[in-house]
């Protein structure tokens, strides 16, 4: 069973920076990318941001890309999501994703992770 951990998150002013952090699976574990997707109370999830595992391609979605940041973080086989200039619709539960095998479906479908975490709350306060 693959355990992802994320944190981090909290209630924050708008214009502000934040990192979450996932931990993942162990240094042993190997996949194909790893993701960011978040939803909002009452709404859909939505892609957010992905990483290829070897961290050499990174994908945003249009709402974040200019003020997010994804990385790799390799103790954990995890990572990270830097948050910059946060904006109040930034608000919602984010969670950590992991597709192990391997596609040439796009790294925004969730329904090609296999893996997930429980979710960090980022509250933004306008």
């Known amino acids: 069973q693959v355990h992802l951990a994320e944190s981090g998150g909290g209630l924050m002013q708008a214009g502000g920076s934040l990192r979450l952090s996932c931990a993942g699976p162990?240094?042993?574990?190997?996949?194909?990318?790893i993701a960011w997707f978040r939803q909002a109370s009452g709404q859909e999830r939505e892609f957010v941001s992905a990483i290829k595992w070897d961290g050499r391609d990174a994908y945003y979605a249009d709402s974040v890309k200019g003020r997010f940041n994804i990385s790799r973080e390799y103790a954990k086989n995890g990572a990270y999501l830097q948050m910059n200039t946060y904006k109040h619709e930034d608000t919602a539960n984010y969670y950590c994703a992991v597709r192990v095998v391997g596609s040439n479906d796009p790294l925004s479908d969730s329904s090609t992770y296999e893996y997930w975490g429980q979710g960090t709350q980022v509250n933004v306060s306008s």
């Open positions: 162990g240094r042993t574990f190997h996949g194909h990318a």
